[in-house]
Every structure is written in structure tokens, then in C-alpha cells.
């Protein structure tokens, strides 16, 4: 057989037009990230269900020959309705959607990109108006984890120097780079002329705001993080790591400034 039926079940995470007024809607499951097919006019009745922030079953047609997958059904599951509460959230949706079709779903990394999606659409609803950019930025730091990109915010990654040790202190994440140095290696580095503007500060408040992020829900890290002395500097190595991580620039983090 060339051609069979599917199902999977998963997150609507983008959907755009081809210039024949086709849809491609972009499809997070378990399985992968799909790109699926929808013909019909703006009436279809599956266009109306397969729209970007909605977790639902599909039904695809994938033709062997030319890989090609037509979505053929929609049973919605579950909708969001935190998204709609202000700009702000449905920029923090976006941006995190974002970051998961710039990284390939955090390098193939489906099932945990598509929990961590729908436990930050679920989340959101809870959220203040004032704390939804950051957790966009608690977002991105927890997902560098899979993608392997976090740093070491325990100890110098080029001298290996811990950052509880007086004097290692202030460090510096050099933009582009993705690792903490310590005070004496970032002097180092500015000696061989690397830009002062360049380099974002950290305290030790910023790396224990980072530390516990890990641990914490998407509301209550972009709490700590908005409370914390440091939260520019968290910001910044946020994102900076992240459109490293992205190789771009992400347009959504733009947005918030
Ligand atoms: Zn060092």
C-alpha cells in the first residue's frame, strides 16, 4: 500500500497559508513535528478546528510516495484560554512556538517539547499580565536542559573555578557564547579585545534565580525572576543563550522590548 491513515494526538502550534490558499499547519506530537496539509476554502469546517494553541486528535492520509500528509480529521481535546488574557500571553504562546520550530522541537526532543508547550498553555491562565513575558524567558532557560545548551551555572566553564569561591565573582556570559566565565577569566578575555557591550553581568542572586527556575512552575519562576535584583541580567543571559540556541534572532523576545 502507498497511502495509509493516521492518527496522533498533539498541539497545534502554527498554522500559515500557501499562496494557493492551502493551509500548513504545524503539528507537535509524541511522534515528531508534522506539517500537514489542509485543503478547502476559509469555510472548512477543519480549518475552524485546526488552529494554532489547540491540543486535539488528528486524522492525516500520508501518501508513501511523496510523504506527503493531508489532514483529514480534527477532534478537539483541550483549548487555552489563558492565551487570550492579554497580549503579553498570547506573545508568550508565540514565542515559545517560536523557539520550538527554530530548534526542530529542541532537537527531536517531541514528547518533552510538546509537555513543556502544554504545561505553559495550561499555566498561563494563572499569570499575571505583568509576568507573562517572563515566563516566556523561564520557557526558553528550561529549555535549553534537552537541547543540551545549558550552562554551568555552578562553576567557571574555562578555568573551572566554582562561583561560590571569593572573587570568582562578578562573571560575565559573552553574547554568542553559551558559557559563564568568572571574573578573572571575562578580564582575560576583554584584554584580547573582546566588546565590554557585549558581555552581560551576573551576580550570585542571578545565578541562584537561574538554579531555581529549574524547579520551578513557569508562574512561579517569572515571579522570583520579575522579584529578583537581578532581573535584567537574568533576562539578558536568557536571552542571549536562546537565540544561540535558535541560531537567529527570535522575533517574539523582540517584541517585548
Ligand atoms: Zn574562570
Known amino acids: 500500500m502507498a497511502e495509509r ?3 496522533h494526538k498533539g498541539l497545534v502550534l502554527h498554522a500559515r497559508d500557501t499562496a494557493r490558499g492551502d493551509r500548513i499547519i504545524d503539528f507537535l506530537c509524541d511522534e515528531g513535528l508534522l506539517s500537514l496539509f489542509l485543503f478547502g476554502g476559509p469555510k472548512s469546517t477543519l480549518r475552524s478546528a485546526a488552529t494554532p494553541f489547540v491540543s486535539a ?7 508513501r510516495r511523496s510523504d506527503f500528509i ?4 480534527v477532534n478537539i481535546l483541550e483549548t487555552y484560554e489563558g492565551i487570550q488574557k492579554s497580549f503579553s500571553h498570547m506573545q508568550t504562546a508565540s514565542g515559545a512556538v517560536e523557539f520550538i520550530l527554530h530548534t526542530s522541537a529542541f532537537g527531536g526532543e517531541y514528547s518533552q517539547a510538546l509537555a513543556m508547550m502544554t504545561s505553559l498553555l495550561r499555566e498561563l491562565d494563572e499569570i499575571d499580565e505583568g509576568h507573562a513575558g517572563l515566563a516566556l524567558h523561564v520557557f526558553l532557560w528550561k529549555a535549553l536542559v534537552p537541547l543540551g545548551l545549558a550552562p554551568d551555572t555552578s562553576a567557571c566553564e574555562r578555568c573551572g573555578r566554582p562561583f561560590s569561591e571569593k572573587g570568582s565573582l ?3 556570559l559573552l553574547m554568542g557564547e553559551r558559557s559563564l566565565l568568572c571574573a578573572a577569566c571575562s578580564e582575560e578575555r576583554r584584554e584580547q579585545g573582546f566588546p565590554v557591550s557585549a558581555m552581560i553581568w551576573f551576580d550570585a542572586e542571578a545565578l541562584s534565580c537561574l538554579k531555581m527556575a529549574l524547579q520551578r512552575s513557569y508562574g512561579e519562576a517569572a515571579q522570583m525572576v520579575g522579584a529578583s535584583s537581578s532581573s535584567s541580567s537574568v533576562r539578558a ?3 542571549s543563550l536562546a ?3 535558535a541560531e537567529g534572532p527570535l522575533q517574539s523576545l523582540r517584541l517585548f522590548h
Open 70 to 73: 493531508k489532514l483529514t480529521g
Open 5 to 7: 491513515n493516521e492518527r
Open 243 to 245: 537565540e544561540s540556541a
Open 170 to 172: 562578578p562573571g560575565r
Open 57 to 63: 486528535e488528528i486524522e492525516a492520509y500520508r501518501d
Open 237 to 239: 543571559i536568557i536571552e
